[in-house]
């Protein structure tokens, strides 16, 4: 089923303690569709990019299913560009440049063609422009998510708060929930989340995995112990863009095919972090990625026979 995504498509110049690069390719709605593409051939895009984006990468979204209608190429402007370098334990950064560029006053456009959408993915953008797009299609989608950052929480809270009250889904990390519930344990803030809007919460939590929270039920997932993770920018969109391209492709939005969702999501995001930008999750396949979710499944796969009798 169809998929459109709402985001991003940008520059990212990226600082880790490996390494440093130059303008890359990057962007909430890149990595989300980039990682949905190994699902779901039948996704929508609508974005903002400057005459400076390269053909080249437009060329591999649709070349992945990606529909680009959507998109808008601004004549005479420049894309949006973010730059971050992150600390030592690479879970944690600090943005060192935001440029909205094209994205200060960008109007999201929905072309009649998208308004049978039936998933979407509301990527990191103004909750402004988020909440554009769900009133601007005439028929609200079977499943809605969203992410958002700590960048908003800080500028516009109230906005923000509006936007989540509208969706299903909202994925976040643990830092950002516990800066929206304004509560450390991540328990109670799934609760006071919650209670704005979303009747499911995702908290990711880096190398920690990432929790499924619905009505009285919590769903823990591992993330892989990787030997070297070398940018981890991206990572919460890739994670994110496998969880609705699974669910679209499936057409099962249950609290188990949510649970397998985040698997899918996790695997495609433990690529996304070997290698800068969006270079690992171009080069691997679906081979790859089902040789991952293995290695997903047997590491939290264990027996208690003989310890409870
Ligand atoms: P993640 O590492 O999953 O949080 O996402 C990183 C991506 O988000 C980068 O490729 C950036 O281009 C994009 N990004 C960073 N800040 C913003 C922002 N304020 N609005 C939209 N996209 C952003």
Redesign the pocket.
């Known amino acids: 089923m169809s998929l459109l995504t709402v985001g ?1 498509v ?1 520059f ?1 110049a990226i600082e880790t303690p490996f390494g440093k690069t130059d303008k890359i390719i ?3 709605a890149t ?1 989300i569709t980039l990682a949905a593409s190994f699902y779901n051939s039948d996704q929508k895009i609508v974005a903002v990019v400057g005459e400076d984006f390269p053909q080249d990468m437009l060329d591999t979204l649709k070349s992945r299913g990606v529909d680009l209608e959507g998109l808008q190429i601004k004549q005479g402007e420049k894309s ?1 560009f ?1 730059s971050g370098r992150y600390h030592n334990d690479m879970n944690s950064r600090d943005t060192l440049v ?1 440029e909205l560029n094209v994205l200060e006053y960008f109007d999201p456009i929905i072309p009649e063609s998208y308004q049978d959408t039936e998933y979407l993915m509301l990527g ?2 103004s909750p402004q422009v988020q909440r554009t797009v769900i009133e601007r299609l005439h028929k609200r989608p079977k499943l809605v998510a969203m992410d958002t ?1 700590n ?1 908003w929480m800080d500028i516009a809270m109230d906005e923000l708060k509006k936007t989540i009250s509208m969706v299903d889904v909202l994925i976040i990390n643990d830092e950002e929930a516990r800066q929206l519930s304004g509560e450390y344990s991540l328990v109670r803030a799934s609760q006071m989340i919650r209670n704005l809007g979303p009747k499911y919460l995702i908290i990711k939590k880096g190398e920690h995995g990432a929790l499924l929270f619905h009505g009285n039920s919590v769903f823990s997932a591992p993330a892989l112990p990787l030997e070297e993770v070398f940018d ?6 890739t994670f994110a863009g496998g969880f609705m391209g699974y669910l679209a492709s499936t057409e099962d939005i249950s609290f188990d095919s949510m649970k397998r969702a985040i698997i899918h999501g996790s695997a495609l995001a433990s690529f996304c972090v070997e290698k800068f930008g969006t270079e690992q999750l171009t080069a691997v396949d679906r081979g790859d990625l089902e040789k991952r979710i293995g290695e997903f499944i047997s590491l939290t796969d264990f027996n208690m026979e003989h310890v409870i009798s």
């Open positions: 991003s940008a990212d990057g962007g909430a990595y949006f973010w935001t990191n953008l950052m960048f981890p920018t991206g990572a919460g969109d």
